[in-house]
């Protein structure tokens, strides 16, 4: 019987960018972890446009066990939550779980997060033990966390991991959305309806370095706060209506100063001052409407958010047919996440 007819249980979702030196590794854990589990599963790697030798190292894993192995190549990097976006598409366990491919999240940890989920949750995330990174992301990453946790009504206590479980119902949800710039464990959060967290183990990166410069963590924190949350655009017109209320007053000190006083040409540096900083004020407002306002340009220009160039995997076999090719059909098909 064909395997691909069943679904399994259990559907891991993995974002591989320019990951060759470490997914050998990655294979030599995650597959025994899972056998071991004795649960049904499918692994579903998506290729976010590697430029190094990922993809090679995937279509051979693909051939080694076509079985629970499926692959998703994307034509170009559409960064790390699209990757996951369009393996959720593909997924059909009725737990859905991420993964980095670095081993950052030891597959180990999987059985705990599926464990949990059976107790009834439809989101279970996990809050690192020790994170393994450095110092200064770990701090900054602690200081984001917080503001977000303040300004959205999300509730994760660790956000910048991506080890996590989600229920079919969640994941069904997510994949009608057709958000551009988005935070996954984010907008599952708001679909789930019974979420839970459980401490997990964090390790080092096994090989090569992290794919996110500070610009492109900036990036992605903004994708976060303003995908979640109005109140950065809240703020603003409460420090405009405050601002405009203290200049008011003091005008009115001024005038009354002038007439008792005479003219005065002292504090003009204090003006300096005020007025350059108001000038900064004004112009990280801009810049945050910016924000807003270009989210919304992506939006409504609706293009597809990412475009399928091929995906391995095995074809449902026909009776009296043999697959067309050792092991399994390269489906050659292009398809656009809409
Ligand atoms: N990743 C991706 N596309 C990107 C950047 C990263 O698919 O544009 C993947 C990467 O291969 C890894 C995961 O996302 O599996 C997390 O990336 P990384 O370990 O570099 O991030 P960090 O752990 O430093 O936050
Ligand atoms: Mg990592």
């Known amino acids: 019987m064909n395997v691909l007819a069943i679904k399994p249980e259990l559907s891991v979702v993995i974002p591989v960018y320019n990951e060759e030196a470490g997914l050998d590794k990655l294979f030599g854990r995650l597959y025994p972890a899972l056998d071991k589990a004795g649960i049904t599963y499918e692994i579903i790697f998506v290729n976010d446009g590697s430029r190094d030798n990922s993809v090679a190292i995937l279509a051979e894993q693909y051939r080694q066990r076509p079985d629970v192995t499926r692959v998703v190549l994307f034509n170009g990097n559409y960064g790390q939550h699209m990757a ?12 859905i779980v991420t993964l980095d491919a670095d081993l950052q999240n030891p597959p180990e940890e999987i059985p705990k997060l599926v464990e949990k989920m059976r107790e009834g949750y439809d989101y279970v995330g996990s809050i690192r033990r020790k994170r393994q990174d450095t110092a200064w992301r770990t701090i900054a990453s602690k200081a984001m966390n917080h503001l977000r946790e303040r300004i959205t009504n999300i509730h994760i206590t660790d956000q910048g991991n991506m080890l996590r479980a989600y229920g079919r119902n969640v994941i069904d949800l997510v994949n009608q959305c057709g958000e551009v710039n988005t935070f996954v464990p984010a907008l599952a959060y708001k679909f789930a309806r019974k979420p ?19 610009y492109s963590l900036i990036r992605l924190n903004f994708d976060l706060v303003t995908g979640f949350s109005l109140v ?3 703020v ?11 200049s008011g007053l003091l005008v009115l000190i001024l005038l009354v100063r002038r007439f008792l006083l005479g003219a005065e ?11 350059f900083f108001f000038m900064g004020v004004i112009l990280f407002g801009i810049g945050l409407v910016g924000e807003y306002v270009g989210r919304i340009f992506q939006q409504v220009r609706a293009r597809p958010r990412y ?3 091929t995906i391995l995997q095995g074809q449902p076999r026909r009776e009296g047919h043999e697959l067309d090719e050792a092991e399994g059909v390269v489906l050659e098909k292009r398809q656009v996440g809409r």
Do not use: D, N, W
């Open 236 to 246: 603003f017109s409460l420090l405009g209506m405050t601002l405009s209320f203290c």
């Open 232 to 234: 950065p655009l809240q």
């Open 196 to 214: 839970t967290e459980i401490v997990v183990e964090h390790e080092e990166r096994a090989a090569g370095e992290s794919k996110y410069s500070l």
């Open 265 to 275: 040409a002292e504090g003009v540096f204090t003006l300096f001052a005020i007025a």
């Open 307 to 309: 475009v399928v160039q």
């Open 84 to 95: 996951i976006l369009a393996g959720f598409e593909q997924t059909r366990g009725e737990i």
